[in-house]
C-alpha cells in the first residue's frame, strides 16, 4: 500500500517561492506515476504536474505560468514541486497522489492521495 506524505507548505508573500515534498512509502517512486493537484475553498480540485514512472513530465499550463518545477529524487523516494513567484491565486491545499499506472491527468486516475498541505499567499 503506498503511503503520501507532504510537506513543506506555508504561508508566504506573493512573490516568494516555495518546494513542496512527498514522501513515498511501500513503494518505489520510480515505479509509480505521481501527480500534485491543488484545491481552494470552493473550487474545483485543480491538475498541476505529473510524472510518469519513466520520468516523463507534464504540466499545466493555467495553473503553472511557468513557475512550477516537478522533479523527483529516487534515491529519498521522494517528489517534490517547486513554486516560485507565488500569487494569492495560487492559495490552495496541495495534494501529492500516485497510480502504478494511470492513464490520463485527472484526479479519478490515482487512487493514492495524501492528506495535503496548505500553501497561502498573501498579497
Known amino acids: 500500500q503506498v503511503r503520501l506524505t507532504e510537506s513543506g507548505g506555508g504561508l508566504v508573500q506573493a512573490g516568494d517561492s516555495l518546494r513542496l515534498s512527498c514522501a513515498v512509502s511501500?513503494?518505489?517512486?520510480?515505479?509509480?506515476?505521481m501527480a500534485w493537484f491543488r484545491q481552494a475553498p470552493g473550487k474545483e480540485r485543480e491538475f498541476i504536474a505529473a510524472?510518469?514512472?519513466?520520468?516523463?513530465?507534464?504540466v499545466d499550463a493555467d495553473s503553472d505560468k511557468g513557475r512550477f518545477t516537478l522533479s523527483r529524487d529516487n534515491a529519498k523516494n521522494t517528489l517534490y514541486l517547486q513554486m516560485d513567484r507565488l500569487q494569492p491565486e495560487d492559495t490552495a491545499r496541495y495534494y501529492c497522489v500516485a497510480e502504478q499506472h494511470a492513464e490520463a491527468c485527472i484526479a479519478t486516475e490515482f487512487g493514492s492521495w495524501g492528506q495535503g498541505t496548505q500553501v497561502t499567499v498573501s498579497s
Open positions: 511501500g513503494r518505489t517512486v520510480s515505479d509509480l506515476d
Open positions: 510524472i510518469s514512472w519513466s520520468g516523463g513530465t507534464a
